[in-house]
């Protein structure tokens, strides 16, 4: 009984070993990390699954979702708790970096999500129901809505590494919502039909609009020219605000002078630390990442994992091998360096800990980085000092992070022309 | 005031040598010759070059300066035919230069060149001289993108060397002395250089059969080269890799 809930093909937990959950039940944390994510898990979806039934009300944070298995159809619908309130924090990944991820998934488990089957083109003229959806999407405010289900919401909470997680979910027959407060500017780029998505979601971030809220905007296909909508899987969307703004930022660094001296900044929630090394050249950029065992993404592995890409001045044109976080911490670096009015080269290193033992999605890059460069920096003349102070910091040696970097080899090596005296000019 | 007509491939060979460092560069206008040096934005590489009148078709010009988005200026050649003569206006009144080409005429506006300085050229003591074709040298930087980010430049008295080593793989490219056509080095020396903008310089040398290398010990490269019918002269300089630390 315990184990309706949990379905036995949830990826997630066969990631996590197969057998040895089996044989491990909880007690003797066969995976090495510190506490069990199936009852994590568990215990937080029991809260939810019980209020659920074929109806259910509640207030939408807003949220919604769209999946990305089989496009270009895919399950749409609205990410709505069963309770009414002030949910707004269920869905809002800028205010979740100070909570731990016990409550995280405690928000999020408790997300019932609603599943209409569309074509992405019906972001154009989806009907009613679509109409619903894209208004709740862009609310400004918790909405209370009512759902009808065609079967009752079942399901594991579902993790993955860019998505946040979410609760329980079912088929939608019906959804009624009452009068939406939706979000001025989002509603003014869902009237203009002639402007790019590209250039509404820039001018969307100008204004002050979060990401979290632009990323969900994009998905639910309120953006760009009329005759090109379409819903985009939430994975997809949240990278594609990353990139796009994250590009538009570095561009406009790339006409600041540069900072004058090496800099360390850094942030450690979630048991993932991050340290940011700015230096006086010109843009250029690295994510270092290293996962221990037992950490989410190396639940069996011995060794730790670590994984690096990187982008010159003139940036990239491929999509980083790293994922989402490599476009979420490029963000956050930029919107400093912009905030500042200062040009920099800049290397991220992570390091997540065993104690970050479910994904909750690339927000906590963004926030953890964000976070980092609000902070005071430390200050050092030259590099050997800067990187010095970071192995003190990070527990993986500086030859292990100098294998990875290339960045830091580059700076290392690396001669500029102003090393040698010069004559004219 | 500036007005000129050039054919489209010598505009070509111009643009590819200097949008290989930079996307905007300043060019200096004088009434005998045009020049532009530049510093690429992570100040590792320079290019210093000039280009004489006789080079242009037409050419009439006063001192002055033109901030130009080489990228535009690749655009325009995009719509160019092979003997394509482009005519290039500085319209002083709009600060935009107007350029024809076929007949498509390209307002096109400049950008501010009050901050592109002229940057400083290292005054560089480099021992060995080795004049080589363009031709081995691209050879040699093909066969060495797949296997490494760098690459060392070696000179000695037989003869002249590139050498790129990978974690797995090393190649080689062997130049003897009589290979070369011109060879001075009395003492064996060395320097690494990043691969991805040595062989960035090397490809936008197009128009250059023979290339002149001055080279030290861990030490800045000097390549020399000229270009559009020897009207053209520039200079690379390329800031080393320094291993031992």
């Known amino acids: 009984m315990v184990f309706n809930w949990i379905s036995p093909h949830d990826e997630s937990i ?13 007690s003797k944390r066969l995976c090495g990390k510190p506490r069990c994510p199936l009852l994590v898990r568990y215990h937080s979806l029991l809260k939810t699954v019980s209020l659920v039934s074929l109806h259910m009300a509640g207030s939408s944070p807003p949220g919604f979702f769209a999946g990305r298995f089989g496009y270009p159809k895919l399950n749409i619908g609205p990410l709505v708790p069963p309770f009414y309130g002030n949910t707004a924090l269920l869905d809002h990944p800028e205010e979740w970096l100070n909570f731990s991820i016990d409550d995280i998934v405690g928000f999020r488990s408790q997300l019932v999500r609603g599943l209409h089957r569309v074509n992405v083109a019906e972001a154009r003229d989806g009907g009613k129901l679509v109409g619903r959806l894209q208004e709740l999407a862009i609310a400004a405010s918790p909405s209370d809505v009512e759902l009808d289900f065609m079967k009752r919401p079942r399901g594991n909470i579902v993790f993955r590494d860019n998505v946040q997680p979410y609760g329980p979910s079912a088929p939608l027959r019906r959804m009624e919502a009452g009068t939406l407060s939706v979000h001025r500017d989002l509603e003014r780029v869902w009237y203009d039909g002639d402007l790019r998505a590209h250039d509404a979601l820039l001018w969307l971030y100008t204004e002050g609009v979060e990401v979290s809220r632009i990323s969900r905007a994009l998905s639910a296909g309120i953006l760009g020219l009329q005759a090109k909508r379409k819903f985009v899987p939430t994975r997809w969307s949240i990278t594609a605000v990353d990139d796009a703004i994250g590009k538009h930022l570095v561009q406009k660094a790339k006409g600041f002078p540069l900072i004058n001296e090496f800099r360390v900044y850094e942030s450690w929630k979630l048991d993932n630390r991050f340290m940011i090394l700015l230096v006086p050249r010109s843009w250029i950029y690295e994510l270092v990442e290293a996962w221990y065992p037992g950490s989410t993404w190396n639940p069996t592995g011995r060794r730790i994992a670590m994984f690096a890409d990187w982008e010159g001045y003139r940036g990239r044109t491929t999509y980083a091998a790293i994922g989402g976080c490599y476009y979420a911490a490029r963000l956050a670096i930029a919107e400093a360096l912009c905030g500042e009015g200062r040009q920099a080269g800049a290397l991220v290193l992570r390091e997540a800990h065993p104690g970050y033992i479910l994904p909750v999605g690339v927000w906590n890059v963004r926030e953890n980085v964000r976070r980092a460069m609000r902070e005071p920096y430390r200050e050092f003349t030259d590099l050997s000092g800067a990187l010095h102070y970071i ?29 040698y005296p010069g004559v004219g000019g | 005031m500036f007005s000129a007509k050039i054919k489209s491939e010598v505009l070509r060979e111009i643009t590819d040598v200097i949008s290989t460092l930079v996307d905007e560069a300043k060019f200096n206008i004088s009434p005998d010759s045009l020049s532009v040096r530049a510093v690429d934005p992570a100040h590792v590489a320079m290019v210093d070059m000039s280009v004489d009148k006789a080079a242009f078709e037409e050419y009439k010009a006063d001192e002055g300066e033109l901030g130009i988005d080489l990228d535009k200026i690749k655009e325009v050649l995009r719509l160019a035919r092979s ?9 002083e009144d709009r600060n935009r230069l107007v350029v024809h080409v076929g007949n498509i005429t390209r307002q096109m506006s400049l950008v501010d060149t009050a901050g592109m300085s002229d940057p400083k050229v290292p005054n560089l003591d480099l021992p060995a001289k080795i004049v080589l074709r363009t031709n081995e040298m691209r050879q040699g930087i093909k066969a060495s993108e797949s296997v490494s980010d760098h690459i060392a430049l070696v000179a000695h008295s037989d003869g002249f060397e590139m050498i790129s080593e990978g974690d797995a793989d090393t190649v080689r490219l062997d130049l003897p002395k009589d290979l070369l056509d011109e060879l001075q080095c009395k003492e064996k020396v060395r320097s690494l250089f990043p691969l991805d903008y040595f062989s960035n310089m090397v490809k936008a040398i197009s128009g250059t059969s023979t290339l002149t290398i001055h080279l030290g010990n861990d030490y800045p490269v000097r390549m020399e080269f000229t270009f559009a019918g020897e009207n053209g002269r520039a200079t690379y300089l390329l800031a080393p890799r320094i291993e031992s630390e």
């Not at chain 1, 030859?399 to 102003?418: A, D, H, I, N």
């Open chain 1, 391 to 419: 192995a003190e910091r990070l527990e993986i040696s500086l030859k292990q992070w100098m294998g990875k970097s290339r960045l830091l080899r580059y700076l290392q090596t690396q001669r500029v022309l102003e090393d």
């Open chain 1, 14 to 26: 066969r990631g996590v070993g197969g057998g040895m959950c089996v044989a491990c039940k909880a």
């Open chain 2, 83 to 91: 003997g394509d003569v482009i005519s290039l206006d500085h319209d």
